[in-house]
């Protein structure tokens, strides 16, 4: 299941869904594990937020996308 908060952030800024779907479907699924396995909301939002940053500049590698 995609994270609702993933989704919001896809639909306020498009251009990471093409660098998201640029991932492997591995690394894809990994993005989203970690952010939906979060309990709250708060920290959901922060983690997609964290990642979109990371694939906006540029970032494909799972050990990059996770650092801070």
């Given at each position: 299941p995609i994270p609702e908060e993933?989704?919001?952030l896809i639909w306020e800024w498009p251009e990471i869904q093409v660098h998201f779907d640029a991932l492997s479907i591995g690394k894809r699924r990994s993005l989203l594990f970690?952010?939906?396995?979060?309990?709250s909301s708060d920290a959901r939002i922060r983690k997609a937020l964290h990642f979109a940053?990371?694939?906006?500049?540029?970032?494909?590698?799972?050990?990059?996308l996770f650092s801070k």
């Open positions: 993933w989704q919001a970690a952010i939906d396995r979060l309990k940053r990371k694939l906006s500049e540029g970032e494909n590698d799972l050990k990059g």
